[in-house]
């Protein structure tokens, strides 16, 4: 790293201090849709950083300094704890979904993971059952205490996918070692399926895989009514992407609700796939 690069990083470490007593924080949900019937099958809960001078801030430019640093372990335990809450109001109001939450591989090995969320799940009233996490497959260090936290939130009700699969290493052990529920393919494949005949056949091989393995497979990064089909075509369970919805507010997820479930059915759905 170069002078001026770690003067940026120690600049937003310093702000991301601020940010977490300011409360700079909030949550974007994205909807995660079965791509056979249209219907919302989860939301995604997307971290965003509100700076009062920088305005907006991608979290592709803080995450990273924020598990450098360890400020990731009271950034992610804000994010379990919002999500939690915002599933519950929401279920106050009738609408229930399960939410997505990211979590960082420090969380793991720099924290009692468990124990972090047993306590949100008992303070916000959540069921498990409503509560998801997705790891990246980055987590090398120490698998058995990983493995072992994942058996326990899994015995709580909680679901496990991989996220971003196919980018990391090792992605077979995960398979073989980790209690999961769900792939996720990373963006990068879908995004150039209909122009590189490569990407083509890793996201159909990651589909059998997981079909294989008796996971759900869920495409993330849809952008085209193309990639839409071809991954109906090719029996891809669950879908997100800014074709049907980019991540929004909690407010506005719940009114546009509607229309953005209405979008697998007005495109596509080609013959045979609706009712497999
Ligand atoms: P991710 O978990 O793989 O999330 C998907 C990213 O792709 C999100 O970017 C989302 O807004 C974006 N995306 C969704 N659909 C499309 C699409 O159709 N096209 C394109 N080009 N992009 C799409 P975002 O919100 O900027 O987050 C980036 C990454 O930052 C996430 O990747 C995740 O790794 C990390 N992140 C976000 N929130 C959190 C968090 O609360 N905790 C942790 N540890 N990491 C987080
Ligand atoms: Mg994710
Ligand atoms: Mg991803
Ligand atoms: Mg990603």
């Given at each position: 790293?170069?002078?001026?690069?770690?003067?940026?990083?120690?600049?937003?470490?310093?702000?991301?201090?601020?940010?977490?007593?300011?409360?700079?924080?909030?949550?974007?949900?994205?909807?995660?849709?079965?791509?056979?019937?249209?219907?919302?099958?989860?939301?995604?809960?997307?971290?965003?950083?509100?700076?009062?001078?920088?305005?907006?801030?991608?979290?592709?430019?803080?995450?990273?300094?924020?598990?450098?640093?360890?400020?990731?372990?009271?950034?992610?335990?804000?994010?379990?704890?919002?999500?939690?809450?915002?599933?519950?109001?929401?279920?106050?109001?009738?609408?229930?979904?399960?939410?997505?939450?990211?979590?960082?591989?420090?969380?793991?090995?720099?924290?009692?993971?468990?124990?972090?969320?047993?306590?949100?799940?008992?303070?916000?009233?959540?069921?498990?059952?409503?509560?998801?996490?997705?790891?990246?497959?980055?987590?090398?260090?120490?698998?058995?205490?990983?493995?072992?936290?994942?058996?326990?939130?899994?015995?709580?009700?909680?679901?496990?996918?991989?996220?971003?699969?196919?980018?990391?290493?090792?992605?077979?052990?995960?398979?073989?070692?980790?209690?999961?529920?769900?792939?996720?393919i990373d963006q990068s494949f879908v995004k150039e399926l209909h122009h590189q005949p490569n990407d083509?056949?890793?996201?159909?091989?990651?589909?059998?895989?997981?079909?294989?393995?008796?996971?759900?497979?869920?495409?993330?990064?849809?952008?085209?009514?193309?990639?839409?089909?071809?991954?109906?075509?090719?029996?891809?369970?669950?879908?997100?992407?800014?074709?049907?919805?980019k991540p929004m507010p909690a407010t506005e997820l719940k009114e546009k609700l509607f229309d953005v479930?209405?979008?697998?059915?007005?495109?596509?759905?080609?013959?045979?796939?609706?009712?497999?």
């Open positions: 790293m170069n002078e001026s690069n770690f003067l940026i990083d120690k600049e937003i470490e310093i702000e991301l201090k601020k940010a977490i007593e300011q409360n700079q924080f909030s949550l974007h949900y994205q909807p995660k849709l079965d791509l056979r019937t249209g219907e919302l099958v989860g939301v995604e809960a997307l971290i965003r950083w509100n700076h009062p001078r920088w305005g907006m801030v991608s979290p592709e430019s803080f995450i990273r300094i924020a598990e450098e640093t360890g400020l990731i372990i009271p950034i992610g335990e804000w994010v379990l704890l919002a999500a939690c809450r915002q599933m519950v109001n929401w279920q106050h109001e009738g609408f229930f979904t399960v939410v997505s939450v990211n979590l960082s591989p420090k969380q793991f090995s720099n924290s009692n993971i468990v124990k972090t969320i047993e306590e949100v799940l008992q303070k916000t009233g959540l069921d498990p059952h409503f509560l998801e996490l997705e790891l990246t497959e980055s987590l090398k260090s120490d698998m058995e205490h990983t493995i072992s936290s994942l058996q326990q939130l899994k015995q709580l009700g909680i679901s496990i996918s991989i996220d971003d699969f196919g980018t990391g290493y090792s992605s077979f052990n995960y398979l073989k070692e980790f209690p999961i529920d769900t792939l996720k083509e056949a890793i996201v159909k091989t990651i589909i059998s895989i997981a079909h294989n393995l008796n996971l759900k497979v869920v495409a993330e990064g849809i952008e085209t009514k193309e990639q839409l089909i071809f991954l109906q075509q090719h029996l891809c369970d669950q879908g997100q992407g800014y074709f049907f919805s479930q209405q979008v697998v059915n007005d495109h596509g759905m080609p013959e045979g796939t609706r009712n497999r």
